[in-house]
Every structure is written in structure tokens, then in C-alpha cells.
């Protein structure tokens, strides 16, 4: 079984992060990159899926020369090959153009399978897995907190508010996953010495047939207008508990007019 | 006026539309015209109607068949696509839930428009507010191709009564076969609660690594109920196995903006903050005064959260009384 995962670079959600003013696109070069988080769990199923299937896993992203970082930690997870997409035209893409990048991608590779998280932490649009099942007429099946393939078919459970949805769909499909699917594994010291020879192909847009004209900040479906801070709260009132923090609380929710 | 689609939002007990949708009603005032979208089994128009009708909308289109609940999602954008081809409106707005985003994506990618998603307002000429990096960047941003299309963040518009004819209109439902791609065989519930949903609670409580245990969560749930609050759970407490994952509340969990939050137990890690930091009106309890959700508390308790919550609760109880 084949399949690809697709992984995307961003700011570490757990530093400072913020829009570049020149472009107000996102801050990449000045941020600290790591893999989107919930990417992790869409390799480690596509891991599983080889384990248990037999084929290969191809890790596929789109985003600038330092994005390769991503790619190396796929691969040193143990992805067996990988396709990153970059040139300078995509700077600045909206997430349809960036779509259609990705599937020109994907309908070069083969695939039974097309893995991915269900949103990043930096957009947090949660839209891709939709906009590539419109582009490549495929099945998706999204959200999922457990997936299984036999027979031909996916068969996903979509996490929803206090349960799930059973779903399924003949292959090949795309599926994307919430992080209850499973626990990604660390990369070994073999896994990341094994890694450094592991193919990577680059791909401009060129080679994916697509007009540089047409993509990228100027061309976009949306716009940032402009962008500021959160304005800092006032600050709050701190009590320390000495047997009356409890009626302090409730005497200020009282005053909220909440009780 | 031009019309704006707005896609109802049924509630899933069957009485009526959810919260989300009158706040997606509310929303959409200031662009046009609403027209509500249904688009869900037979009969289910029926049970909505009246409630579109006092929060403005002029029209009902009803868009029913077996098959939309047999198909994950994609139904429902290929109605829409459908209706933003015949009725030409202004805009598209949808509440932003998973499935509200996914049929936006797939609703953008049909009708070659741009979209922008988690929209907390928007404005007259169809610039959206949205709320990015975990509620530290404040963005305004516009579309610029096709017809725009807007998913609206829960809780972020104050659903406000407005008078309209919702005039009812059957729409035929042809799908092709690409919506018929990902059948849903099951809807399983596993939790039920009397408790709000967490993204729609006016009042949230949330226990974290703090809480120390699954059992302790009664404290929590406790204190949750004493206010008719909906219970959450930061990331360390569900990765502890101290409550289900259904109600994380966090960056890779749910985003929420209730009118009160109560934080006990949680230090307050960018992972939690991320879910809560636009919450109007936010209140801390725990032992470390160092914490950093005191960064972010109106009003914080330092103190051991098994003495102060079960106080707490006695005492709002006793107020409510």
C-alpha cells in the first residue's frame, strides 16, 4: 500500500509568533520551525499502515528551502522517500492556491492513501483535506481519531462532540487525523542517521505544470488588510486563599453579575 | 438588498437550529439579506423555520433528501455551490464548525471564491475580524475573488432577534457521485451530558494537571453544574487520562469564547491558552501564584483548589438557592 503523508512546516506554537508587517504574511524566517504537531500523527498512521500493509510513504510539502527541516524529521521517523515543492512564487499563497499546488503534486505520485493532520497550528483553517478531495474528485474522510484499511475500503471513526461518526469509502482516499489516532514514536539514532540518504526530490512549480503567474500574495482568493496585537488585559486581581478565597471569588462573580 | 446564504446548523436533538446559527444570522445582517439554508432529511426544515424567522431570515431555502445524512459533509456544499450559482447572493456565511469548515473549503474550491474562516465579525463592506496565534494577533482581512464565503467563530457574534418572512422554497437535491463518495455508516454517542456544549457554554470550567486525579474531576463537574457550565480539560489533564479528550480545551482541542472562564488547576502553558484566551471574562484558581493564567485572570485565587472549589460551589448554590 502506498501512501503519502503530507506535512507542512510552521512556527512553533509554543513560542512567539507573529505576521511579518511588510507582507502581513506569516513570520517564518525570524520564527523557530518545527513540524505542525498534528502532522506527527498522520506519519505515524501512515508508519502503522506500512507495518501492517506492505509499500512506501512519501512525504509531501510545499514551503521554502528551510522547510527540508520538516522533511527530515518525516524521514527520520521513517518515511521512505520524500517530494518538497518549493519556489519562490508560493510565497504569500492563500490555502485554494496552495490546494492546487498540492494536488498537481499528488496526481504526479502514486498513491492508495493520502494522510494528513487535520489542521495546522499556525492557520488553523482546517480546510486543506476539503480543498484536495474537491480538487482530485476523492473521497475524504476527516477528523479521524482511528482509521483501518482492508479490502479495498478506509474505515475511519470521525471524532465528534461526545462520540464519533463511522465512516467509509473505497480507495484510494484521503484521511486526516485528530492526535487521538495514536502516539508518534521519537526518531531513532538509526532513523536519523538512515534519513540523511533518504531521496528527496525538489519540484518548482515549473515541474508541476503550474504558471508562477498565478500564484502567490498578489494573486490570492484573500487578503490581511492589516493586523495589531491583542490589546493587554488590565490587571487582575490576585487574592491569596487564607479561608475567605472562596467568597472573595464568588462575591466577584456576584459583582460580574454572573451569580 | 442582496441576499446573503446563511447554512443553518440543526440541532442535533432535533428542536431547532443550533446557537451557531443564529449567530451566523446575526452575522450575516450586515452584508444583505439573510436566506437561511437547510439542508438535512426530510422534515427537518419543519422543526427550524420559526426560529429563522425571528432572527431575520427572509428566506428558507429547504433543501431535504434521504440521502444529504447518508454522505459525510460534501452534500451539503454541492446544495450550496448549487444555490450560490442560481441566486447570485452577496456572500456565504457558515458557522465555523469542522464540518461548517470543510463545506466552506470545498463550497470555495466550486464556486472559485475565496474564503476566510473563524471569523469573530464582520463588517458592512466585507472586511472579517479574525483572531490568530492563539488570540495574540488581532487580523482584518477581505476576500478578493468569486463570492465570499465566511465561517463565523462560535460565541464571538451576540445572536440579536430580527423580524423576517422566512418565505420557504424547496430546492431539488441532485447529487452527483463524488458527494456520494464517504458514506456514514454509524453517528455513535458516547458521553451523554446535560451539561452545554463546550464551544456553545456561555460559562466553561476546566480542571487541569492541577484537578490530580480522574476521580477529583467531580470538584470540577461540581462547581461546573453549581453554574449551568459546560466542563473542559487542559491538555495535561486529558493526557493524564483525567477526562475524556472529547473536552480538551487547547490549541490542538476545542477553541472556546464563553462569557466566563474558570481556570482551576491549569498552569496556563500557550497549548491552553490558545483555546481560551478570548474569553470575556476569565478567573484562576491555584496553588502556584506564579502561574501564568494569573497573566491572563480578571480575577485569580491562589490557593489549593480542593478547599477553595468545593466553597465555591456551596456557596453559588446557596446564592442560587
Known amino acids: ?259 | 438588498m442582496a441576499e446573503v446564504l446563511v447554512l443553518v446548523e440543526l440541532n442535533p436533538t432535533g428542536e431547532g437550529v443550533r446557537k451557531t446559527t443564529l449567530e451566523a444570522l446575526t452575522a450575516a445582517r450586515a452584508l444583505g439579506e439573510p436566506a437561511a439554508v437547510v439542508v438535512g432529511g426530510p422534515g427537518s426544515a419543519a422543526a427550524a423555520t420559526a426560529q429563522l424567522a425571528e432572527y431575520g431570515a427572509a428566506k428558507v431555502y429547504v433543501a431535504e433528501s434521504e440521502e444529504v445524512e447518508q454522505f459525510l459533509v460534501a452534500p451539503k456544499a454541492e446544495v450550496l455551490a448549487q444555490l450560490v450559482s442560481d441566486k447570485q447572493p452577496a456572500a456565504v456565511v457558515i458557522p465555523s464548525s469542522p464540518e461548517g469548515k470543510e463545506i466552506a473549503g470545498r463550497l470555495a474550491i466550486k464556486t472559485g471564491s475565496g474564503f476566510l474562516t473563524d471569523v469573530t465579525e464582520i463588517a458592512g463592506d466585507g472586511t472579517a475580524t479574525q483572531v490568530a496565534f492563539a488570540g495574540a494577533t488581532i487580523v482584518h482581512s477581505k476576500v478578493t475573488v468569486g463570492t465570499p464565503i465566511y465561517t463565523v467563530r462560535g460565541n464571538s457574534v451576540t445572536p440579536e432577534p430580527a423580524p423576517g418572512a422566512a418565505e420557504e422554497e424547496q430546492v431539488a437535491v441532485q447529487l452527483s457521485d463524488a458527494a456520494r463518495a464517504t458514506r456514514v455508516v454509524d453517528r455513535v454517542v458516547e458521553q451523554k451530558s446535560s451539561r452545554p456544549e463546550l464551544t456553545e457554554a456561555s460559562i466553561v470550567v476546566s480542571g487541569g494537571r492541577g484537578v490530580a486525579s480522574a476521580e477529583n474531576f467531580s470538584l470540577i463537574e461540581g462547581l461546573a453544574d453549581s453554574l449551568g457550565a459546560a466542563v473542559g480539560a487542559s491538555r495535561a489533564a486529558v493526557d493524564s487520562g483525567y477526562y475524556p479528550h472529547t473536552f480538551q480545551v487547547g490549541q490542538t482541542g476545542k477553541t472556546v469564547s464563553p462569557q466566563l472562564y474558570i481556570a482551576v488547576g491549569i498552569s496556563g502553558a500557550i497549548q491552553h491558552r490558545a483555546g481560551m484566551q478570548t474569553s470575556k471574562t476569565i478567573v484562576a484558581v491555584n496553588k502556584d501564584p506564579e502561574a501564568p493564567i494569573f497573566e491572563l485572570a480578571d480575577f485569580g485565587v491562589v490557593g489549593d483548589l480542593n478547599t477553595v472549589v468545593p466553597q465555591a460551589t456551596e456557596a453559588i448554590t446557596a446564592r442560587r438557592g
Open chain 1, 1 to 259: 500500500m502506498d501512501i503519502v503523508v503530507l506535512v507542512k512546516q510552521v512556527p512553533d506554537s509554543g513560542s512567539e509568533r507573529s505576521l511579518d508587517p511588510a507582507d502581513n504574511t506569516v513570520a517564518r524566517g525570524s520564527a523557530d520551525n518545527v513540524v505542525n504537531e498534528i502532522d506527527e500523527y498522520a506519519i505515524e498512521e501512515a508508519l502503522l499502515l506500512k507495518e501492517a500493509h506492505g509499500g512506501e510513504v512519501t512525504v509531501l510539502t510545499v514551503g521554502p528551502e528551510s522547510a527540508a527541516d520538516a522533511i527530515r524529521k518525516a524521514l527520520s521517523m521513517g518515511a521512505d522517500k520524500a517530494v518538497h515543492v518549493v519556489d519562490g512564487a508560493i510565497h504569500g499563497a492563500c490555502a485554494p492556491q496552495t490546494s492546487a499546488i498540492l494536488a498537481a503534486a499528488l496526481q504526479q505520485l502514486s498513491f492508495d492513501i493520502v494522510l494528513c493532520g487535520a489542521e495546522s497550528t499556525d492557520g488553523q483553517l482546517a480546510v486543506m483535506p476539503a480543498l484536495l478531495a474537491e480538487r482530485l474528485n476523492l473521497p475524504l474522510l476527516s477528523g479521524a481519531r482511528k482509521l483501518t484499511v482492508e479490502g479495498g475500503m478506509a474505515r475511519v471513526e470521525r471524532q465528534t462532540d461526545g462520540g464519533y461518526w463511522a465512516l467509509e469509502a473505497p480507495l484510494p482516499a484521503i484521511v486526516s487525523t485528530w492526535d487521538t489516532i495514536n502516539e508518534p514514536r521519537y526518531p531513532s539514532f538509526k532513523g536519523i542517521m538512515a534519513a540523511k540518504k533518504k531521496p528527496v526530490t525538489k519540484l518548482s512549480l515549473a515541474d508541476l505544470g503550474i504558471d508562477p503567474a498565478t500564484v502567490g500574495l498578489a494573486m490570492a482568493t484573500s487578503q490581511v488588510l492589516e493586523f495589531a496585537g491583542r490589546p493587554p488585559k488590565g490587571a487582575g486581581v490576585k487574592v491569596t486563599d487564607e479561608g475567605d478565597g472562596a467568597s472573595k471569588l464568588v462575591d466577584f462573580l456576584a459583582g460580574q453579575k454572573i451569580v
